[in-house]
């Protein structure tokens, strides 16, 4: 099973399979995966893709996997499309 539980099951968090993350004091990087993860989990709106650097979490033992679900902008962390690539809600302007 993986981090984020098993399809096509709502994803949950499972902290415990990692090691250290890249980014953030202290669980920063950790609670920013949380709450994304609840922020968009039932939000049906489209998306825009924004720029952003990685974020990786490293799982399993010395850290012997790296994922990266998070980008990170400078000012905020948002979900990955892939490395380096975030999405955020598009708003009607």
Known sequence: ????????????????????ASHGAGREAYDALQQAIA????????????AGEAVYF?????GSFEWTP???DGERYRLALSAGLGVEPLVDE
């Open 58 to 62: 490293y799982l399993g033992k010395a």
């Open 70 to 72: 998070l980008t990170f």
């Open 39 to 50: 922020a968009t989990s039932n939000d049906d709106r489209p998306v825009k893709v924004v």
């Open 1 to 20: 099973m993986g981090a984020l539980g098993k399809f096509p099951g709502k994803p949950r968090f499972k902290e415990e399979l990692i090691s250290a």
